[in-house]
């Protein structure tokens, strides 16, 4: 974040799609990777399509629902920020991902204890379907 020169760098070394794969192990960075994804998006205005691959993979994998809820929160910014985002998610494949998380969710949810557990990721997970649909004129 020190020079915007530095993402476009690291971009052909695959770096950021590379801590991908790591963070849902390490809690103490999750915030951290996300808010650079962020940086990326809204202070050099560009589409960083391998690592939002990487973010669907991470979210297919869902081994961590606190990293999920990060992830998703960081989406739904990008949807609100611009609606390419939309034509974006899709072609990356993240609606499936988020619908299938749905499906995941929904069977979670009718057992009571994990209902609590995972309502974030529901909320998020519908905000986000819904920012797709809405816009679209069902389509």
């Known amino acids: 974040m020190a020079d915007n020169a ?4 690291l971009e052909s070394q695959h770096t950021l799609s590379q801590f991908a794969e790591k963070i849902p192990k390490l809690p103490e960075v999750q915030t951290k990777y996300f808010e650079m994804l962020e940086f990326v998006v809204f202070s050099l205005n560009y589409i960083p399509c391998k690592e939002l691959i990487s973010v669907s993979i991470l979210l297919k994998s869902s081994t961590s629902f606190q990293c999920s809820i990060i992830a998703m929160k960081t989406l739904l910014k990008f949807t609100r920020h611009d609606y390419i985002f939309k034509d974006v998610f899709r072609e990356v494949g993240l609606l499936e991902v988020m619908v299938n998380l ?38």
């Open 6 to 9: 530095n993402y476009f760098i």
């Open 102 to 139: 749905l499906h995941k969710y929904a069977a979670l949810l009718k057992d009571p204890t994990q209902a609590l557990n995972d309502q974030g990721s529901v909320c998020s997970s519908i905000l986000l379907i819904h920012a797709f649909l809405a816009g679209n004129g069902g389509g």
